[in-house]
């Protein structure tokens, strides 16, 4: 299996951005994610989001199967079992959601998938660790504590892996706090992939972002 549970973890964590996205067009999400996998962001969380999201996720997801096996897909805004089992089905490689929900971890614990609910509170951050997750999503990011929540909360959990969406602007000030405060990785959507960028159908943009955001995180962290 090209992209096991490990490696879609050590993947999330070593980018640092996990580009959030979603678009009814299949081919402007072929074109959006082969940009966001050449900036080096090749993890990428796919949004649950509009009719038939599942239907255009297999389109996308068969493509780069065959086309970029490097791309690592994703499904964002899942709130329950089955709608995990369909992406799963469908080439998921990790799942996300704004809330945690047991019964995804069942389903994706099953089938060796990473986990990511959506926690705003220590309580609910220990119950997904206790259920497997491996790197808790903070949501929204900002709306929850932003940096001094997470850096309060691996003052007596120093275990954590945090992931926060909302609130995570691609910039150096906003990187700096939340990655010193220890986040893991962060999820940008629209700050990361403009509204003008996918009006002008800016690809090569989006790639620059993309990479000019993975290496402030990179400098940020020492590396």
Not at 92 to 112: I, S, T
Request: aromatic residues 8%.
């Amino acid at each position: 299996m090209r992209h096991d549970r490990m490696s879609v973890l050590a993947a999330m964590i070593d980018q640092g951005v996990i580009p959030v996205f979603y678009h009814p067009d299949v081919e402007l999400c072929k074109n959006v994610i082969q940009a966001c996998a050449d900036g080096g962001a090749k993890a990428i969380e796919f949004t649950n989001r509009g009719d038939f999201a599942p239907h255009v996720f297999l389109e996308v997801a068969r493509h780069f199967a065959a086309a970029d096996p490097s791309v690592i897909m994703g499904v964002g805004s899942v709130v329950d079992a089955p709608t995990a089992g369909i992406y799963i089905a469908n080439g998921a490689k990790f799942v996300v959601g704004p809330l945690l929900n047991p019964d995804v971890a069942k389903v994706c614990n099953r089938r060796k998938i990473p986990y990511s609910p959506g926690c705003g509170s220590a309580t609910e951050i220990g119950y997904a660790e206790e259920l497997g997750v491996e790197i808790v999503k903070i949501f929204p990011g900002s709306s929850v504590g932003g940096p001094d929540f997470v850096k309060n909360m691996l003052g007596p959990c120093p275990w954590t892996k945090i992931m926060p969406t909302g609130g995570v602007d691609p910039t150096e000030e906003s990187l700096t706090k939340w990655f010193k405060a220890g986040i893991v990785c962060a999820g940008m959507g629209s700050k990361l992939i403009t509204k003008e960028m996918l009006d002008a159908r800016d690809f090569a943009g989006i790639e620059k972002k993309v990479r000019d955001t993975i290496a402030m995180i990179r400098t940020i962290r020492g590396k």
